[in-house]
T-cell receptor
């Protein structure tokens, strides 16, 4: 069963507009962490934002915010005031306790294109 | 500057040859990871290491081997037993909750 679901393979947004990238997850753990990474065409993975399962406030980092809805198991990334440099793949990931180590599971990704 | 280096960026090999991908970090992190990424897909874990001289198989370890003789280094060998070795390989390290990634090595086997 897929642990991380990103239902939008591709998204388009006008420059300066806000965009929401969807992510739902599946876990039976009470303690876990959720991440978003950006992967430009160069291939490097850039950490954007983190949300712990016990954090009551939604995480924010500059133009990035994470809309965390625990009961719905949803961790959507909101990018405000999109810029051309935001065009990239975006991956949602979850860190949960494994039997011998903390597993990090990645979703399939969403390709975001920012239109001038 | 602290970070993770992977070399080379592009690597070409003939089928049947073993090839070793380098990963070095100067972040003083205990944990290191190797991931494989195929076109249009997410990352899949090959091997991980929590501490020097110890490493564990991830989800797709068949055809790969690793060593962890030093804290800073976690090389990955793609053996001839790996059926579809052509892919993008990412190394990561972690000292807390997030993982830091290297720039990746794109391996092409023909």
């Amino acid at each position: 069963a897929q642990k991380i679901t990103q239902t939008q393979p591709g998204m388009f947004v006008q420059e300066k507009e806000a965009v929401t990238l969807d992510c739902t997850y599946d876990t039976s753990d009470q303690s876990y962490g959720l991440f978003w990474y950006k992967q430009p065409s160069s291939g490097e993975m850039i950490f954007l934002i983190y949300q712990g399962s016990y954090d009551e406030q939604n995480a924010t980092e500059g133009r990035y915010s994470l809309n965390f809805q625990k009961a719905r198991k949803s961790a959507n990334l909101v990018i405000s005031a999109s810029q051309l440099g935001d065009s990239a793949m975006y991956f949602c990931a979850m860190r949960e306790r494994g039997t011998s180590y903390d597993k990090v599971i990645f979703g399939p990704g969403t390709s975001l294109s920012v239109i001038p | 500057d602290g970070g993770i280096t992977q070399s080379p960026k592009y690597l070409f090999r003939k089928e049947g040859q073993n090839v070793t991908l380098s990963c070095e970090q100067n972040l003083n992190h205990d944990a290191m990871y190797w991931y494989r990424q195929d076109p249009g897909q997410g990352l899949r874990l090959i091997y991980y290491s929590q501490i020097v001289n110890d490493f564990q198989k991830g989800d797709i370890a068949e055809g790969y081997s690793v060593s962890r003789e030093k804290k800073e280094s976690f090389p990955l060998t793609v053996t001839s037993a790996q059926k579809n070795p052509t892919a993008f390989y990412l190394c990561a390290s972690s000292g807390g909750y997030e993982q830091y990634f290297g720039p990746g090595t794109r391996l092409t086997v023909t």
